[in-house]
């Protein structure tokens, strides 16, 4: 092979890593901030899937966020798992699916020379007046457990005064067996419990215009620097203060049975009641 011809080859290759990444976002092509009046977006699950393995959030050089996830089918019959990769742009709402060898270019897109792709996701937020958002949670557990109702989204000023302490749940229709270690404190020496509800433990992602994503396995939701969203309809989300979760918590336990599904159908009745205001 000639010198021509390898360099050509060389070339063609880079051209071909190239239009990957490209056809994602365009190099030095930046059309976000200004952002559009756009709130949240599904993740588009099909129903016969296991559930979402991996969900990793990035900085596009267009100014979007690319969201990358990949797709756990259930098992077949030989009982071989069926990943599928996607991209999603949040903004720009680009879905397409990729294969393990461009997911891995969006990988070294990230962490080679240059960075492409810049990591968006943090643990806490800093808003330009001082005031810090950050992920908590609550012990409703007791000892060696873990409830479906603890997560925490708490808002502090400069000085750690607490402005804010909510809990963003997802509900459904239709209730989720969910096990659990039956030694557990709240288990009431049961495996299992039902759940309609959960709260949710996003990632956080800042936006330059002091915005800012949620990212969950399922949902990205965008909300304001006051946690009010539109995309949080009071229909399968919603955001509920601390203290009254606390309450309804504690008389849940006090009463006889199983104190987590206890807990359960007091959160769920009370979600409930804010779904009917809407309707």
């Not at 976000?32 to 900085?59: C, K, N, Q």
């Not at 267009?62 to 999603?88: A, C, M, N, Q, Y």
Request: glycine share 6%.
């Amino acid at each position: 092979m000639s010198f021509m011809q390898r360099n050509s080859v060389k070339f063609g290759l880079m051209l071909l890593a190239f239009v990957v990444v490209a056809g994602i976002a365009r190099a030095g092509e930046v059309k976000y901030p200004p952002y559009p009046d756009f709130w949240g977006r599904e993740l588009p699950v099909p129903e016969e899937l296991a559930h979402t393995t991996s969900t990793r959030i990035f900085d596009n050089p267009d100014g979007d966020r690319l969201i990358r996830f990949v797709f756990d089918w259930k098992p077949s019959s030989g009982g071989i798992e069926h990943l599928e990769w996607w991209t999603l742009t949040f903004f720009g709402g680009a879905l397409k699916r990729i294969d393990a060898e461009q997911s891995e270019r969006i990988s070294r897109a990230y962490w080679g020379t240059g960075r492409l792709y810049k990591h968006s996701e943090v643990d806490k937020i800093t808003f330009a007046n001082g005031d810090v958002l950050s992920r908590g949670n609550r012990d409703f557990g007791g000892k060696r457990c873990w409830s479906n109702y603890s997560n925490t989204l708490v808002k502090k000023d400069s000085s750690g005064r607490i402005i804010f302490n909510k809990m963003l749940f997802s509900y459904s229709d239709k209730p989720t067996r969910v096990e659990i270690w039956e030694s557990c404190d709240i288990a009431g020496e049961k495996n299992h419990y039902f759940a309609w509800l959960s709260s949710i433990y996003p990632h956080l992602v800042p936006l330059e215009d002091e915005t800012f994503l949620a990212l969950a396995p399922e949902l990205i939701i965008r909300f304001k620097p006051n946690l009010t969203s539109p995309f949080v309809d009071n229909q399968r989300l919603f955001l509920v203060d601390t203290t009254v979760i606390d309450r309804l918590v504690e008389e849940a336990y006090a009463r006889p049975g199983q104190a987590i599904q206890n807990a359960n159908d007091a959160i769920r009745d009370y979600l409930l009641t804010l779904k009917k205001e809407i309707d």
